[in-house]
């Protein structure tokens, strides 16, 4: 069993013991396979192009900016080679293929360290990946969850999340900020396993996920 399956096993236990009602969404759902996602350029490059658009038209924008990079994963490099017209002729806006010209900028020159961060704590890597314009606190959060899988994020914003807990807790309402992170203090230190179930909880009913 690798680290990340034995802590995720850990978390499990946890949270079915701390909080019997996600217990009962651990049990239908199964256990969380989450791992890091090597390839993080891609990663970044895919959270600015599903930005306020539909899942679907994300994915076929993406897909396009994909073949147009060629054979492999997406790379800074490859992005710097093409230029502003060719980013919009996939379908991206004008303001997200600026976005994503500064993010293969930023790769480049050293200042978003990606093959560095699995060594950066959860502070530094958001300190470094919200440099990037089109990048905020949520992709932050959602980068260190499913790409680098850190145990204990929690994107108390995420209307995801707070729609998950209303579920979970049948709760009249959508909780506010401050309510998801007091009902959260129970599943630390493994947040981000408790929020992958939250999504899964919507998807019960919903197909498409967060990402």
Known sequence: MNDHAATFRKASLHLRKADPRL??????????????????????????????????AARTIYKRLHALTGKGQPTAEKIMRLSHKQLR??????????YVHHLAEMVLENNVRLHKMHHMTDEEVTTELIQVKGIGQ???????????????????????????????????SRPDKQTCIEIAERWQPYRTVASWYCWRTLEMETPDGPW
């Open 89 to 98: 002729a996939v379908g991206l806006s004008t303001q997200k293929a600026n």
């Open 138 to 172: 949520w992709t932050a959060q959602m980068f260190l969850m499913f790409g680098l899988c850190r145990p204990d994020v929690f994107p108390h914003d995420d209307l995801g999340i707070q729609n998950g807990i209303q579920q979970i807790y049948q709760l009249k």
């Open 23 to 56: 217990k009962t969404v651990i049990d239908t759902v199964g256990p969380c396979p989450l791992k890091p996602y090597r390839y993080r350029f891609a990663l970044l490059l895919r959270s600015i192009v599903s930005q306020q658009i539909s899942t679907s």
